[in-house]
């Protein structure tokens, strides 16, 4: 079975500054991996998907990369804003569509 | 475009009740999840149903839980009776039937089981 670990399971940063979320899965044999956003008393929010065959996918200032041969990815927050403030939750997908999460990190970004 | 909708958002019940939950998926999204998310954890799927039929229900509870999509579209998904360790926040998502499969999540119901 799919293990997602994500480190650490709290981060605190001043605002501006660039940080970077890990997230590791024990099986390399995987379908593509997305990236969500949770706000307190929410849903989750799409972030990112990475497919398989894709090293990198960006939008705007989130990069998410992925090293299937080491089982992990990497989500880049660059110019940290407080709005960006949430826990970021990491899932893989061995196959088509089942999704196992980590379970998060809880980001704050002090102004 | 919609998102997922689902209703209630709140729900406070007593052990050994019943209850129920649903789910509208994005129009056109023939895959449906439902999720159970406990304090501080990640989501765990619960049931994965392709446009009415169960693809994966591996960890439902079944000797409590039930869930069903008629017609395809909207969801229920049924507790009977709850225990306090169902006390989590339901969460269903949908996604295209072809790949790759990006799911959207809908906002969730909090139960909370007395």
Do not use: M
Request: with cysteine.
């Amino acid at each position: 079975k799919q293990e997602v670990t994500q480190i650490p399971a709290a981060l605190s940063v001043p605002e501006g500054e660039n940080l970077v979320l890990n997230c590791s899965f024990t099986d390399s044999a995987i379908y593509n991996l997305q990236w969500f956003r949770q706000d307190p008393g929410k849903g989750l929010t799409s972030l990112l998907l990475i497919q398989s065959s894709q090293r990198e996918q960006t939008s705007g200032r989130l990069n998410a990369s992925l090293d299937k041969s080491s089982g992990r990815s990497t989500l880049y927050i660059a110019a940290s804003q407080p709005g960006d403030s949430a826990t970021y939750l990491c899932a893989v997908n061995p196959d088509y569509g089942q999704f196992y999460f980590g379970t998060g990190t809880s980001l704050t970004v002090i102004p | 475009e919609a998102g997922v909708a689902q209703s209630p958002r709140y729900k406070i019940i007593e052990k050994r009740q019943s209850v129920a939950f649903w789910c509208n998926p994005i129009s056109g999204h023939a895959t449906l999840y439902w999720y159970q998310q406990i304090l501080g954890q990640g989501p765990k799927l619960l049931i994965q149903f392709q446009n009415n039929g169960v693809v994966d229900d591996s960890q439902l509870p079944k000797d409590r839980f039930s869930a069903e999509r008629l017609k395809g579209v909207d969801s229920t998904l049924k507790i009977q009776p709850a225990k306090l360790e169902d006390s989590a926040v339901y969460l269903c998502a949908s996604s295209l039937a072809g790949g790759p499969f990006e799911q959207y999540f809908g906002p969730g119901t909090r139960l909370t089981v007395t």
